[in-house]
């Protein structure tokens, strides 16, 4: 059985349909790509499986369990991680401060025992703050390990909403268009670092304007156009579907 | 400890403190200083921290000081009761409109907010029969283990021992998992959210805390003075505090000590000016917010930073 299976799903903006009965399903431990022009529905089909958007139709499973409409904190607790497109770090907290909130569901919580400063919860918390500084390590920011986060580059938070959805300790990671605005360097960089990540057993699925990065490093490949699917398949399969050459590849080459 | 720097400075100031002060006088203001302070730190936690608002606070002030008048002069309660009582009822009543007021946000919170305020001053005021109406009511005495709790001298002791505690356990708090995700969810809700953490009920629970910290303090500011009047619940009193967290700095432990000394400090200091000043209040009050938006302890902090 996949990991994710996506069956007609679909959402609808007033009069615009911005996923229109989209199916799919993604095997565990690949690398899983969404592309399609701008405005395709790719962000709003992330937004959907994370539970951040209800569907208007249509079943999404995770390992078979029914997940659509459910909000992203239980997601998060079934191992559902993600970063944003625009930007989304916590900018009154310390980069490391963003990083343990990743761990935030494997804490102790209690407001009581926050406040009283329990000791179990002190210990747990400081074996965090190494866990969230190794964290930073692995997707390269060990630079910024004593910055807040409102004076770190644009680039340096990228990496840092990936360190935070590693955090979560994901079986599934989406990430949103990990490279875009980045130079030719860093988006190697990236793309490297998504290879570690999805050899370390994390299921990948991607939003990706790179079609470099995308045709090496997908295992498959969801087309999306106005809302539709256009064609799925190995990259070999979708570099070579006439419709996608058409729409979208044509015009970008 | 670096961590405690700031606590061991603010307890020597509370311990040498009454060596400066000359009377009766003095030690009510400071009194009045710290019940505000304390007031004020729980509702930073919620403005400053998790970045919502509460035009209404005054409202849970006024529940826990009537609390400690009206349960044990009517049914006969402890004082101490009396407190505890007050605060959970207060809790409760909290609990319950906050998941409604929590799908609000901006404005729309504000004035909700400032509606439920509105209400407990009303009822206040209007249930004569138990609050005394308008003139207000007495407070029995609090005894404390035998001993009667009188004069500002020993009063200075408890609200300082309070007041102390009191920043102790809220920077813990800003420090712990708890308030990580709260100041996350004042960062980026939708960040916070896809991490795990369950918004709504973090607002709700942080709403819920600050208005049980401020029925404490309305219980113990009663029991102090002796008497309340509905004016403890105003409106006025509920944008007093605001005003407070605004001016000491949003989001700063400190920040709302300074703020809350500072606010109630100026109107006496102001006294000798006669008839004008609330006219100066006003125009101090404008001029913090003109040049120091973010209040007076983070932006201070923040030169000190960059002049190093
Ligand atoms: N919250 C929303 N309300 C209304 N319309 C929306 C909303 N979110 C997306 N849309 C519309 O849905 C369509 C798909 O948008 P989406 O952001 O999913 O595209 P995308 O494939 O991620 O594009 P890009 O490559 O530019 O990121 C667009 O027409 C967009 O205007
Ligand atoms: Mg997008």
Redesign the pocket.
């Known amino acids: 059985m996949a990991l994710l299976e996506v069956s007609a799903l679909s ?1 609808a ?2 009069g ?4 229109q009965d989209v199916a799919f399903s993604v095997d565990a431990g690949v690398v899983y790509s ?1 592309i ?12 959907l499986i994370t539970g951040v ?1 209800t569907p208007s139709g249509g079943d999404i499973r995770l390992d078979g369990e029914a997940i659509a409409g459910v909000a992203p904190h239980r997601l998060a607790q079934k191992g559902v991680a993600r970063t944003f ?1 625009n930007l989304q770090v916590c900018m009154n907290l310390t980069a490391l401060e963003n990083v343990m909130l990743g761990a935030h569901l494997a804490l102790d919580r209690n407001l009581l025992k926050g406040l009283f400063r329990a000791p179990g919860l002190t210990r747990a918390d400081a074996a965090l703050r190494d866990r969230a500084a190794e964290l930073m390590r692995y997707v390269g920011l060990d630079a910024y390990r004593a910055s807040a986060a409102s004076a770190m580059p644009y680039g340096a938070l990228k990496r840092l909403e990936i360190a935070r959805a590693l955090a979560v300790q994901p079986r599934i990671l989406f990430l ?2 990990p490279a ?1 605005g980045l130079n030719p360097k860093e988006t190697t960089e990236i793309d490297a670092l998504v290879r570690k990540i999805a050899d370390s057993g994390i299921t990948v699925v991607l ?1 990706e ?1 790179d079609m470099k990065m995308v045709m090496n490093i997908s295992d498959r490949i969801l087309v ?1 156009d106005y ?1 539709k699917k256009l064609a799925e398949g190995s990259a070999r399969e979708v570099r070579r579907n006439p419709a996608v050459i058409a729409a979208y590849l044509g015009k970008a080459a | 400890m670096k961590r405690q720097r700031g606590l061991f400075v603010l307890a020597a100031v509370l311990l040498l403190l009454p060596l400066a002060l000359p009377n009766a006088f003095y030690y009510d203001i400071v009194i009045r200083m710290m019940i505000n302070a304390v007031v004020v730190l729980g509702l930073n936690l919620l403005m400053g921290f998790a970045g919502q608002i509460s035009l209404g606070h005054a409202g849970f002030f006024g529940i826990g000081a009537y609390a400690a008048a009206i349960l044990p002069t009517r049914y006969g309660w402890h004082p101490l009761a009396a407190m505890l009582g007050g605060a959970l009822l207060t809790a409760a009543l909290a609990a319950l409109v906050a998941r409604p007021i929590f799908r609000l946000r901006g404005h729309y919170l504000a004035m909700a907010t400032l509606g439920l305020g509105i209400i407990i001053a009303i009822v206040l005021k209007n249930e004569g029969a138990y609050t005394g109406g308008p003139d207000g009511m007495a407070v029995p005495a609090l005894g404390l283990f035998g001993f009667a709790l009188d004069g500002e001298k020993q009063w200075y002791w408890v609200f300082a021992a309070n007041l102390l505690f009191s920043v102790w356990a809220c920077r813990n708090l800003v420090d712990s998992p708890f308030g990580r995700a709260l100041r996350a969810l004042h960062g980026s809700e939708i960040a916070a959210q896809v991490v795990g953490v369950d918004v709504a009920r973090y607002k709700a629970a942080i709403f819920v805390f600050s208005a049980f910290f401020a029925s404490i303090m309305g219980s113990l500011s009663a029991d102090y003075v002796g008497f309340v009047t509905p004016n403890v619940a105003d409106f006025f009193h509920s944008i007093e505090l605001v005003t407070m967290v605004v001016v000491g700095g949003m989001a700063s432990i400190f920040g709302s000590v300074v703020g809350a000394v500072l606010l109630t400090a100026l109107p006496q200091a102001l006294a000798t000016l006669e008839g004008w000043e609330t006219v100066t209040f006003g125009a101090i009050l404008m001029l913090f917010m003109i040049f120091l938006p973010r209040g007076l302890v983070p932006t201070l902090a923040a030169r000190c930073w960059r002049s190093r």
Not at chain 1, 16 to 19: F, I, P, Q
Not at chain 1, 36 to 47: E, I, M, R, S
């Open positions: 959402k903006f007033g615009v349909m911005a996923v969404v399609g022009p701008n405005g395709a529905g790719k962000t709003t089909l992330f937004n958007y497109q949103d268009e875009a939003v304007h999306l809302g």
